[in-house]
Each structure stands twice: as C-alpha cells, then as structure tokens.
C-alpha cells in the first residue's frame, strides 16, 4: 500500500532564508507525487507534480522539488522565502489510475518570519 | 464566476438538522469530488463522480449523501450529522478522474455541528 509523510507539521524560517518541506513516500512502484498549498481560508492550490518525467520539478511562486528514487523522497525547496509563502503545504501521492488512490500527507504549516 | 465556487462558506448545524452543502465548477471539467479536512489529520477523499457517475465513496457514513445533477454541479446532503463531522468540507474538480490530471478546489465549508 501507498503512503506519505510529511516530516514536520510545522516549519518556520525567516524572510529570504532557504524554504525545504519534506516529503516521503512508499510505494512498490513509480509514484505519480504532488505539491498543493493552501492559503488561510482558501481550498488547496497545485504547486508542481511529478509524473515520471524530469526528477526535478519546476513549480509556481518558484517552487521546486525532486524526486529521488533511492530516498523515497520528493522533498520541496524554494531559494528564498517570502512572506507571502506562509501557507500550509501538502504532499500527495497516487500509484495512477483514478484520483481516488490519491492520498495525502498530513500538511506542513510554513510560517516566514520578517 | 470562475472556478470553482462553494456555498456556504460556513454553516452550524443541530444534529437532528437536514442541510445541503453546495458546489458549482466553471471549468468544463467532468470529474468532481468531496474531501473533509479535519484538524490535524491527511485530507479525507469522500466521494468521486466522473460524467456524473458515482465512482469511489471512502466507507462514508449514510448521514452523508452525494447528488451529482450534472458535471457542473454537485451537492452534498447532510443529515443526523454528529459533532465529529464538523470540519472544513472541500469540493474539487478535474478534467476527468486520471491522477495526472490537476485538482482545483472550492474554498470549503466550515461546518460545525452543535
């Protein structure tokens, strides 16, 4: 069975410092992995998705993750923070076919500092 | 309007109270969904309909009832709910029901039961 976590419920880094959310996943075979965000009172928005393409994946709001085979990983990573990014940040993963095999991790709440 | 739209945004219900909760995408697609997100715990996929069609329900409890008129609209009926269903309930659509396809969601309903 497929699972993700998300290590971490709650990150917190200054305006301008490195952004990195963590995300691991199980799964027996290559995964289809995504990034959403969800801003305060708002529904989750697609950040970037990982569907066997490049391993490196360029998102929205300069956003980006890789997947890493080895590590079971597709952790997410933006140079440099801005206040803006304070959001809750979800990783999810599916084995394909339906979007009812999409599941999620828990959430990571990301809070920038000024 | 553009998106996808929820109303309402909040609701307070009693528990022997009958409510529908009330979802409408302007997308074209024809795959949309019911999550509930819970405090604290990985967002919960509800039900899928694709072209209308109920094609997942998550061992949802019968207080809960999905309607799907039409791809553009979907409901989702509430009765004898207990004060554990009160959550955020998000509606998504997609292009059709494939994982690779990308989910856009409504702001949700906050619904609490009293």
């Known amino acids: 069975a497929q699972s993700v976590t998300q290590l971490g419920s709650h990150v917190s880094v200054s305006e301008g410092a490195l952004v990195l959310l963590r995300c691991n996943y199980s799964?027996?075979?290559?995964?289809?992995l995504f990034w959403y965000v969800q801003y305060p009172n708002q529904g989750l928005q697609l950040l970037l998705k990982?569907?066997?393409?490049?391993?490196l994946v360029k998102g929205i709001n300069g956003f980006e993750a890789e997947f890493k085979k080895s590590e079971t990983s597709f952790h997410l990573t933006k140079p440099s923070a801005h206040m803006s990014d304070a959001a809750e940040y979800f990783c999810a993963v599916s084995l394909g076919g339906s979007q009812g095999n999409l599941i999620f991790g828990k959430g990571t709440k990301l809070s920038v500092k000024p | 309007e553009t998106g996808v739209t929820q109303t309402p945004r909040h609701l307070v219900m009693g528990m022997t109270n009958k409510k529908s909760l009330k979802c409408e995408q302007h997308?074209?697609?024809?795959?949309m969904y019911w999550y509930k997100q819970s405090a604290k715990k990985p967002l919960e996929l509800m039900f899928v309909y694709n072209f209308k069609e109920q094609t997942e329900n998550n061992s949802v409890p019968s207080r809960f009832s999905p309607e799907c008129p039409n791809s553009s609209h979907l409901f989702l009926h509430l009765h004898t709910l207990q004060p554990e269903d009160s959550a955020l309930y998000l509606c998504?659509?997609?292009?059709?029901?494939?994982?690779?396809?990308?989910?856009?969601f409504g702001p949700g309903t906050r619904l609490t039961v009293t």
């Open positions: 799964s027996s075979v290559p995964p289809y």
């Open positions: 998504a659509s997609s292009q059709d029901e494939r994982v690779s396809n990308e989910q856009y």
């Open positions: 997308l074209g697609h024809n795959a």
């Open positions: 990982y569907t066997s393409a490049a391993t």
